[in-house]
């Protein structure tokens, strides 16, 4: 599918002059966290919700009292905007835009026509994408949830979405988390390796219990849990190819290899079946804000 296809060509905008205080309805009536500057109809920024709240004084009282220089009502847009971005072109497949929305962290991308801006992809459109693909006439195709669980802050809107989906579909649902590869301690080499062995096991059956206590028991939905050793995205390749899933729920952003790709980007690019990934902040089931459907 191509971006022209999917992209939004209604939606706000804002000017470098745009006073930035008045920026906070823009962002309440597009219900997103990025809008697009332009000057005319050429697009040169985009201006990010988060940038604008590092523009605001500290949020250490004893520091804000301090802050007498500082005043939004007199800042623009044109101080908070960042000129640091990437955009599509119309031609751009879904998944050039999926990819744009991982690695950038945001939830909208422009669409660009030389340097005019024509539209915009936000998780949302992709999400709603997701959905129908999801809720078709037809078959959904969706019997097997695979939930990657890192234990970290995005597990409980992970989890949450993952089983949403299962309910909706009336699928299984599996709750993953992987365990790096067992190392011998320098610090103890001494330990035998029955006793690093016992370890391990206890550590493995803490995780089990962990899993089982992220889907609530009346959920209604037939949860599994696992917990494998091994390298990340290799471990939830093999274990949604085995189980022969038809979607993975990943958090975002995953653990990020030393000098590598993130663990997102390799299951994007290898994984077998779709995957989801959704944003630590997202609301649970269909009002996540990030996802990726990949076929």
Excluded: N, Y
């Excluded at 990437?86 to 340097?115: F, T, Y």
């Excluded at 037809?138 to 809107?157: K, R, Y």
């Excluded at 990934?277 to 089931?285: E, S």
């Amino acid at each position: 599918m191509r971006v022209k296809t999917l992209m939004r060509t209604r939606f706000a905008t804002v000017t470098e002059e745009t006073p930035l205080a008045e920026t906070g309805v823009a962002f309440a009536r597009e219900q997103l966290e990025t809008i697009a500057v332009v000057r005319e109809s050429t697009l040169v920024g985009l201006l990010r919700a988060r940038d604008v709240e590092t523009m605001g004084p500290s949020t250490v009282p004893s520091l804000a009292a301090h802050d007498w220089a500082w005043s939004q009502s007199s800042l623009t847009v044109g101080d908070a905007a960042t000129a640091d971005f990437a955009a599509l072109d119309p031609e751009a497949s879904v998944h050039d835009a999926i990819r744009l929305l991982v690695r950038q962290d945001v939830d909208a991308v422009p669409v660009v026509e030389g340097a005019a801006l024509v539209g915009l992809v936000t998780t949302r459109d992709l999400l709603s994408m997701l959905l129908e693909l999801l809720e078709s006439d037809g078959p959904s195709g969706l019997d097997h949830v695979l939930v990657m669980v890192d234990f970290d802050e995005s597990t409980a809107a992970t989890v949450a979405a993952g089983a949403a989906l299962a309910r909706r579909h009336r699928a299984r649902l599996t709750l993953l988390h992987v365990l790096p590869p067992p190392l011998r301690s320098l610090l103890a080499p001494g330990v035998p390796r029955g006793m690093l062995d016992w370890a391990r096991r206890q550590q493995r059956e803490r995780c089990l219990v962990d899993l089982g206590a992220l889907v609530p028991s009346e959920s209604a939905v037939e949860v599994g849990r696992l917990v494998v050793t091994g390298d990340a995205a290799t471990a939830i390749i093999g274990t949604a190819a085995r189980l022969e899933v038809d979607l993975i729920v990943v958090g975002s952003p995953m653990r990020r290899r030393f000098l590598g790709p993130s663990l997102t980007d390799e299951l994007i690019e290898s994984a077998p079946c779709p995957v989801l990934v959704v944003r630590p902040d997202a609301k649970a089931g269909i009002s996540s804000r990030s996802a990726h459907a990949r076929r």
